[in-house]
Antibody
Framework: EVQLVESGGGLVQPGGSLRLSCAAS????????MTWIRQAPGKGLEWVANINQDGNEKYYVDSVKGRFTISRDNAKNSQHLQMNSLRVEDTAVYYC??????????????WGQGTVVTVSS | DIQMTQSPSSLSASVGDRITITCRAS??????LAWFQQKPGKAPKSLIYAASILQSGVPSKFSGSGSGTDFTLTIYSLQPEDSATYYCQQYNYYPLTFGQGTRLEIK
């Protein structure tokens, strides 16, 4: 079965850190760009970051640059999001998402179930 | 950043109806436009990419069109299970950006 399973969410105080993980299965992970997308409570979708197949090309939304780091381990079919200096406004469900291919790497075709990150004192 | 504006923000329609949701980009994005469906408490589901190409397994009742700045998502023969929020998303430029969503209610 093709799936993405996130883990690592939780409650953290402002200024704290969390590391999200996403385990991929059922497809050749190393062939795909991967993405993190978040959704604050009651709000819309926000793209956070993505990473290319071998991990040497990464992009971030401005609001997380310098605080979040996306990475991947193709040997373990996993990607990660290291989140430092967390702010209240980072509170959201974080989705692990597989990107499209070729000219459509900015589109998304498979989503995990999400992991909840709550930043609060 | 590219602003994506959807209209309407919400709509109500009846079973069997056809509806159209519009998405407008603040500048041209060629055909690098995707559509997603999200039901309450669930992860989004990818429907369409490249403005008009259905993702694998998506029924043909969903149809996308447009290029440049103006795009539409049409849903034919509405059923109760189509009740959801629909989002458009551009991927011609970073940062990748989404519309604010359109909530569809089936009467």
């Amino acid at each position: 079965e093709v799936q993405l399973v996130e883990s690592g969410g939780g409650l953290v105080q402002p200024g704290g850190s969390l590391r999200l993980s996403c385990a991929a299965s059922g497809f050749t992970f190393s062939n795909y760009w991967m993405t993190w997308i978040r959704q604050a409570p009651g709000k819309g979708l926000e793209w956070v970051a993505n990473i290319n197949q071998d991990g040497n090309e990464k992009y971030y939304v401005d609001s997380v640059k310098g605080r979040f780091t996306i990475s991947r381990d193709n040997a373990k079919n996993s990607q990660h999001l290291q989140m430092n200096s967390l702010r209240v406004e980072d509170t959201a469900v974080y989705y692990c998402v597989r990107a499209g291919s070729g000219r459509n790497v900015g589109s998304f075709n498979m989503w995990g179930q999400g992991t909840v990150v709550t930043v609060s004192s | 950043d590219i602003q994506m504006t959807q209209s309407p923000s919400s709509l109500s329609a009846s079973v069997g109806d056809r509806i159209t949701i519009t998405c407008r980009a603040s500048q041209g994005i060629n055909s690098y436009l995707a559509w997603f469906q999200q039901k309450p408490g669930k992860a989004p589901k990818s429907l369409i990419y490249a403005a008009s190409i259905l993702q694998s397994g998506v029924p043909s009742k969903f149809s996308g069109s447009g290029s440049g700045t103006d795009f539409t998502l049409t849903i034919y023969s509405l059923q109760p299970e189509d009740s959801a929020t629909y989002y458009c998303q551009q991927y011609n430029y970073y940062p990748l950006t989404f519309g604010q969503g359109t909530r569809l209610e089936i009467k």
